[in-house]
């Protein structure tokens, strides 16, 4: 179950990363970047960059500077360095940027807009995992979605910081019915419907879309990188999209959206988050984190309609609603092996402890202290 | 206290049920039903199905679906069986069931989406009473609530199903005023105004509408299940429709909302639970459960007024709210004596173990093991 | 640092309220008045009324009323005597009585709307203070917003409680910018933009707003009234007022809006809340606490987006949302000292109790047993 090369050169890099401050903020910021899909690995960051660069170099670089901001500023305010160097202030900080320069038109105001909402995902990553370690339950990005909306539903009274064309006030009305078609939207170019070409669309730009990169090429490139790091999350983040597309298509929802990856992000999310990480892979929990991305994919309509008054996108708030759904249940079901935060690494690094007894509930952790529970604190080699 | 006949009849039933797979699983079922007005009594909750199929046999069929998919899912998912066994998983599923078929259009996929409502309340449940076992707070029909607002906020967006007439996008308008003549709404048969007919019509039906039956004999039926159980029960549910409606009425809220017992349903719930079931009942705890079953008929006007821009219905979303803030006060108010979670039967139970010193101030809990905290676990005979 | 004659005032007249029934009750109603702005103080919340009462007899009959009443059930409910005694259950009911005062029509019905209010911001306040007691969190001025919130948004269905005129409904539309030119509202008359007399008054009229009183000389009151408590509060809540308003003037919000102080009045609380009340005053606290201010004026427009489909207002939630955030991080922040809810009192104390050891990481509270954590159980003299 080895990586083989791609996991030899994250070693060596990690020993370069150790030794130079420069390329050890490098490494730390890359793995802010992973962390957004839960990989801790510099490389999965780097080819996530590639992916998102290949896109768009403008929501790159704002990217950026909420990783740098919400990074920087977990220094500042002293929070704990294993945490910091595994990214864990760094994923909610890339994609505020990203998202409010995805629905902000440019101006200069944007850029200090940005570096404010870094830093306050930093904050609110801190309060959240403060508030669930009573639980033991991530935070998620929901530090991203709280600080995002707040900063997006402002912008709606505000002159000098403006919204663009992708924000639509738009009450629902129940005598429209959606058009279900299957198609792209903007150029209007290319067959309509069930076609394999749409299909692959819907599938891979449901991967890009979890940052925001509507783009089939981003979708392929991400997850190549998430398969650097781990086969069986891969495997899952296509399950996922695919589901969440598959899910959309049945109940009739927009083709336009459907086609553009927007019903598969949250799904996306949902089958890596449960579907290896946060729970032992086995057949039962395989299909609970199944059964949570297609559930996704009702919740981005749910939370769609709810938001359609002001306009304002669900972001990732169904993977975050669904997610805590489902691992707060954790506890109760005799079905599940939950792997603790404090053990979270990869999912088959959680196979091989579940094998070994080290994870479940044969582990030892009853009489033997355990470190305290706080956002995945993988140890940094 | 006895209650004689009835009594007796449900411990020759506990003994039938005990012995046979189907009778359990029958029995498990009727708890379920019963547990909606928290009445863990089978003979209840065939009473209330009674009460739903002489209204609806639609209605009651996706009630019984909801109820088996939520059941059987605590089951394949490895739920506490004491905890299945006393319908803990089941009176959300009905109430799901109900609530979508209630709203949506029936078609095919319908069925699969009560299902999956039903699936999706029991890991809620589960989730929800792992977060506020904190607390010793239960989850009421927070997971319903959750599950069917998120499954009908979706609708909206989706071509293959579809809300009926009863949802209806009417944003607020500070300009026009209520009529508040009290009536009846499709007919316009009958006397308008406070005649005992109408006040009788917003009496039963406030309790026939927990469970959204608009009809006047079920709500009949309804407090006869009740009063099988627990007289007590009988009497708040009564006091709490009297009073949500006459709250509505004071404050000049829709007449015919009135008449069809809509500021009722939340007040019956909210008079039940906190009338004797989680507090033990004294004047007090009554006067405290009518306060919170008066400020539940407002909270109903102020979360339909939240939910009007997207045409939601409020559900029994106001009960849960008020209930939970007048339960999570209990342990900082003297003059209340509540009834922890592990110890919940019914309220003439409380009263008596009060009377013992099993409940309360004096009871022997601080130097004894106690069960942990859930939902309700009484153990089935 | 002692406030001199002030403070040797002070503790005259806890002398004298300590001898007497009446004058017990005085205290206790005048500490809830000062409570509104964290200060435990029954002189502060005199000027505080003087203020309110200057500007209008009604909000201030209307607040003394909403007061009595949430004091009244927290005795006759048997809250802890002293969280009474420090008016603990008061300041939540004096911005109920005031709120619904200021946005509700006059008749009789709205005195009894006021005193179940009260009474409901009591029962809320008490809920709040054990649910956030797991993270020694205070609940703010939570129980007002939630009560608030409800008992306004019922009143768009109620044909015998009106809002006034300054409820609207008012859906977001993109496509219109906000007037930023700062001026007065009303009379229109007076010079626009930038000029010294209109920054006075956003200065000042931020400070007012806090309790809904919308005139220069109230906030020159308040500011007062604070002064003579903290003067460090002084100082917080006009730096919160100042950068509240610059931050909207920044961002090209309505200058209608900033000139009446609406953009400064959350400012205020987060700056005195976060500036040396709950965290002892550093400069990085310091900076901290305005950051979270400048944050508050962003998401009370975030906040009034979100409610204007229905036209409500966003009160202080933006206040208690921010300074949540900012408090619940603050285990995880060694850049910052906090301040236990049970010794809090003001904040020129903690800055000596931080210089002599008794507060910070210093203190030696690991091994002597510690009261009960609550909203700021402040020893009464």
């Given at each position: 179950m080895t990586a083989a090369a791609p996991q030899r050169a994250a070693e060596a890099w990690s020993g370069l990363a150790a030794g130079n401050p420069v390329m050890t903020t490098v490494d730390t910021l890359l793995r802010g970047v992973g962390?957004?899909?839960?990989?801790?690995?510099p490389l999965t960051g780097l080819i996530f960059l590639a992916g998102i660069f290949v896109n768009s170099g403008k929501l790159g670089g704002f990217g950026l500077l909420g990783l740098a901001a919400s990074t920087l500023t977990a220094y500042l305010l002293g929070a704990d360095r294993a945490l910091i160097r595994n990214g864990l202030f760094g994923f909610n900080g890339i994609l505020v940027g990203i998202g409010l320069a995805f629905f902000l038109n440019y101006n200069g105001l944007l850029i200090g807009y940005v570096i404010l909402g870094g830093a306050l995902s930093t904050v609110a990553m801190m309060g959240l995992a403060n508030l669930f370690s009573v639980w033991d339950l991530p935070a998620l990005t929901a530090p991203f979605v709280l600080t995002a909306w707040l900063l997006l539903f402002a912008v709606l009274l505000f002159a000098n910081l403006r919204p663009n064309a992708l924000i639509v006030v738009a009450p629902p009305d129940t005598r429209v019915l959606p058009e279900t078609a299957l198609r792209e939207a903007a150029t209007g170019a290319g067959a309509i419907g069930l076609t394999p070409v749409n299909m692959t669309n819907a599938l891979f730009r449901g991967i890009g879309e979890v940052m925001f990169q509507d783009k089939l090429a981003t979708g392929v490139i991400f997850l190549f990188a998430i398969f650097v790091n781990s086969r069986i999350s891969a495997l899952f983040a296509l399950l996922g999209s695919a589901l969440g597309a598959l899910t959309a298509w049945t109940v009739g929802a927009n083709g336009v959206a459907v086609f553009h990856g927007l019903y598969g992000f949250n799904a996306v999310l949902c089958a890596i988050a449960l579907g290896g990480v946060f729970f032992v892979l086995t057949w039962r929990s395989a299909i609970y984190a199944l059964v949570a991305a297609l559930i996704s994919a009702l919740v981005f309509a749910a939370i769609s309609t709810f938001l359609a008054p002001i306009g304002m996108p669900a972001l990732t708030a169904p993977f975050v609603l669904v997610t805590w759904i489902f691992l707060l249940a954790k506890a109760g079901f005799k079905a599940l092996v939950p792997v603790g935060l404090a053990d979270v690494t990869t999912a088959e690094a959680h196979l091989e402890g579940y094998r070994t007894g080290r994870i479940g509930p044969e582990a030892p952790s009853p009489d033997q202290p355990r470190r305290p529970?706080?956002?995945?604190?993988k140890a940094v080699p």
């Open positions: 962390q957004v899909m839960f990989q801790n690995n529970a706080s956002d995945a604190p």
